[in-house]
């Protein structure tokens, strides 16, 4: 079977950093991917690590270990515009299984 | 400018009438797919599709049937709509370095 786990919910300031965890049991594994979701709109691509490591993309970074199957997003210097739902999924061969999101709040 | 196009952006329909979803992508990309997105359950695969005429089930196919004659284009097709399969509809395009979805399809059955 497979499970993705993420926090529900969050909370931060602008300008701090927050860390959404993500875990997963999978009985395949392709990569992990991180998307941003605002309210009704479509998920938006943010990363993809597929070796254990950290991956940095600007104010976004995103570290995998395969072994622990566990994965985190980092943002840094966060801004009003990134409150929105964090979307951890694993690839598996033409499927992507996404859990169900973290909603980040980022307060004044 | 890489598009993925779905139509209609909403629709309200009455239970048992056959209707169809388009999905269309101007990227080339040989892999498409299609999501439901319901509160608290997240995206859910419904089906997806590795080639032209090659599709496969996702994790919840039931009540939908799809095709893919050509690779830009990837509609769902419901059969017999039913109230439970009111939900938001995501098209997908890519790879391994990533997806990109369409805008969403907002279906209400009654």
């Known amino acids: 079977g497979q499970n993705i786990d993420q926090p529900t919910e969050m909370t931060a300031t602008e300008g701090a950093i927050v860390q959404i965890n993500c875990t997963y049991q999978?009985?395949?594994?392709?990569?992990l991917f991180w998307y941003q979701q605002h309210a009704g709109e479509a998920p938006t691509f943010l990363s993809y690590?597929?070796?254990?490591g950290l991956e940095e993309k600007g104010r976004f970074s995103s570290f995998l270990s395969r072994s622990k199957g566990y994965s985190y997003l980092l943002l840094k210097e966060l801004q009003m515009k990134d409150s929105a739902s964090y979307l951890c999924?694993?690839?598996?061969?033409?499927?992507?299984?996404f859990g169900q999101g973290t909603t980040l709040q980022v307060k004044p | 400018e890489a598009q993925v196009t779905q139509n209609p952006r909403y629709l309200i329909t009455v239970t048992g009438k056959k209707l169809t979803v388009t999905c269309s992508q101007n990227?080339?990309?040989?892999?498409m797919s299609w999501y439901r997105q319901d509160p608290g359950l997240g995206l859910r695969q419904i089906y997806y599709?590795?080639?032209?005429?090659?599709?496969d089930k996702g994790d919840v196919p039931e009540g939908y049937k799809v095709s893919r004659k050509e690779k830009r284009n990837f509609p769902l097709i419901l059969e017999s709509p039913s109230p439970n399969q009111t939900s938001l509809y995501f098209c997908?395009?890519?790879?391994?370095?990533?997806?990109?979805f369409g805008s969403g399809t907002r279906l209400t059955v009654v």
């Open positions: 999924a694993i690839g598996n061969t033409g499927k992507l299984i």
């Open positions: 999978t009985s395949g594994f392709n990569g």
């Open positions: 690590n597929v070796l254990d």
């Open positions: 990227m080339n990309h040989e892999y």
């Open positions: 599709s590795m080639n032209v005429e090659v599709t």
């Open positions: 997908a395009t890519g790879g391994a370095w990533g997806y990109t």
